[in-house]
């Protein structure tokens, strides 16, 4: 049976329909999000009872931890010193942790949500159920507060909170719901403001710079070296659409046939273009990661 092709011009993929290699008696259930580190090794954020895996990209189990540290698993980040950047909605608390899952820095109140509107109308501190971190080049820290406070808050590397913005919205500047964030080679900033059905892109700032509206409720959005802008969306039909730094759209597969995508919920591609899809649906269905091996 031939395998599952997707996308188009220079950008087409062959789906993995056996990655990863499951052992014996293991699950992934939910998978919120998916990131690569320096050595190729693919990292998954999921809800079931391993919360953090780690796995090849031949798709061989490698090692998990995590195991009743997580409430609702969202985002994962790493960085360039590999760096494993973990948010839990349910927590309200962004993670820093080393490989070995030994915990470096914690931002946020754990088990606490912060009001999202205060006696004088300001809007909510971090966090009250955040959703994704990124981190810029010159190292500050980027969260998306999203299902609550409808903020950006950026950090200094130490951890200390530099400034905010964001309120509830259709408006520049004005959120429905932070999904998950990116930072591109620039520092520009960028916001999955899914229930909007739009990616919004700010300077390190803060201040608003444009936004992208060609997307169905985009979920997550990867910023890869080679300059290109990948994005799960969640609306319907589901799918994957990959930009330019301009926005320019070079490829895109949206649909399910034969269950290629049912829930995407987080992304991130390799250093190979090979593009990985965390899913987060129905049982069977849509509670995996899908490899998409590029075509050369």
């Known amino acids: 049976m031939a395998r599952e092709t997707v996308g188009y011009g220079d950008f087409r993929y062959e789906m993995a329909p056996d990655w990863p290699k499951m052992p014996e008696f293991w699950e992934l259930t939910l998978c919120s999000d998916v990131a690569i580190d320096s050595r190729d090794r693919v990292w ?53 942790r080393r490989q070995d899952g030994a915990l470096q820095m914690e931002l946020g109140v754990r088990g606490r949500a ?8 300001d809007n909510g501190d971090p966090f009250n159920m955040p959703s994704g971190v990124a981190i810029s080049p010159n190292g500050d820290v980027y969260v998306s507060d999203g299902y609550g406070n409808r903020r950006v808050h950026c950090f200094s590397p130490q951890g200390e909170l530099r400034f905010s913005w964001g309120r509830s919205g259709a408006g520049r500047g004005e959120f429905a719901l932070l999904h998950n964030i990116g930072v591109d080679k620039n520092g520009r900033v ?13 300077s390190p700032t803060g201040d608003f710079i444009e936004e992208w509206t060609d997307l ?74 899908r490899k998409f091996a590029r075509l050369r």
């Not at 079931?48 to 980040?77: A, L, M, R």
């Not at 960028?190 to 700010?202: A, G, L, T, V, W």
Request: aromatic letters at 10%; hydrophobic letters at 35%.
């Open 44 to 96: 998954v954020f999921s809800r079931g009872k391993h919360p953090v895996s780690i796995w090849t990209t031949d798709g061989d189990f490698v090692g998990s931890w995590g195991e009743g540290d997580y409430n609702d698993p969202h985002g994962i980040f790493i960085d360039d010193q590999d760096n494993i950047w973990l948010t839990d909605s349910q927590i309200h608390v962004v993670e820093k």
């Open 114 to 121: 912060m009001p999202t509107t205060s006696q004088k109308g």
């Open 190 to 202: 960028f916001i999955c403001d899914r229930e909007n059905s739009r990616i919004q892109i700010f």
């Open 216 to 289: 169905l409720n985009p979920g997550d959005v990867y910023m890869s070296p080679d300059d290109l802008v990948y994005v799960a969306e969640q609306g319907a039909p589901t799918g994957v659409s990959i930009f330019t730094l301009q926005g320019e759209l070079v490829s895109r597969w949206r649909g399910a046939p034969d269950g290629v995508l049912e829930a995407p919920h987080g992304i991130w591609a390799a250093a190979n273009g090979d593009v990985y899809v965390a899913e987060i649906g129905a049982p069977g269905h849509g509670q995996r990661v």
